[in-house]
């Protein structure tokens, strides 16, 4: 069983930023795709990012490309999602993922059904 836990989520002000952090609690997390969703109330999980197993690929949903950053630290079993310009828009529940799939630059990977393993998430209020 692979365990995903979320931290980082808070309430933050229109424009400023914040840090999520994913932990994996796997052995080798380099044999994972990972990625961020997100979830506001009364709306469908939609696709944040995804970041390759080396951490060498990423993509982005249009919202939030050149706002928001995926990376990762294999050593750490950790990944990050680097949010500014936070925007009303941006609150949501936030969820990360896990594939052992390996990472196809013509895989759709804002599909969640790609994910097999997921957090439990973390609430990112931005208020106006």
């Known amino acids: 069983q692979v365990h995903l836990v979320e931290s980082g989520g808070d309430m933050v002000q229109v424009g400023g930023s914040l840090k999520l952090s994913c932990k994996i609690d796997?052995?080798?997390?380099?044999?994972?795709?990972m990625g961020w969703f997100r979830q506001a109330p009364g709306k469908e999980r939609e696709f944040v990012a995804a970041?390759?197993?080396?951490?060498?690929?990423?993509r982005y949903a249009d919202s939030v490309r050149d706002r928001f950053t995926i990376s990762r630290d294999n050593a750490k079993n950790t990944m990050f999602l680097q949010m500014s310009s936070l925007k009303p828009e941006d609150t949501a529940d936030y969820f990360c993922?896990?594939?052992?799939?390996?990472?196809?630059?013509?895989?759709?990977?804002?599909?969640?059904?790609?994910?097999?393993?997921w957090g439990q998430g973390t609430q990112v209020t931005v208020s106006s």
């Open positions: 796997v052995h080798m997390p380099e044999t994972y795709i």
């Open positions: 993922a896990a594939s052992q799939a390996y990472w196809r630059n013509t895989v759709d990977y804002s599909d969640p059904s790609r994910f097999d393993y």
């Open positions: 970041v390759s197993r080396s951490g060498a690929s990423e």
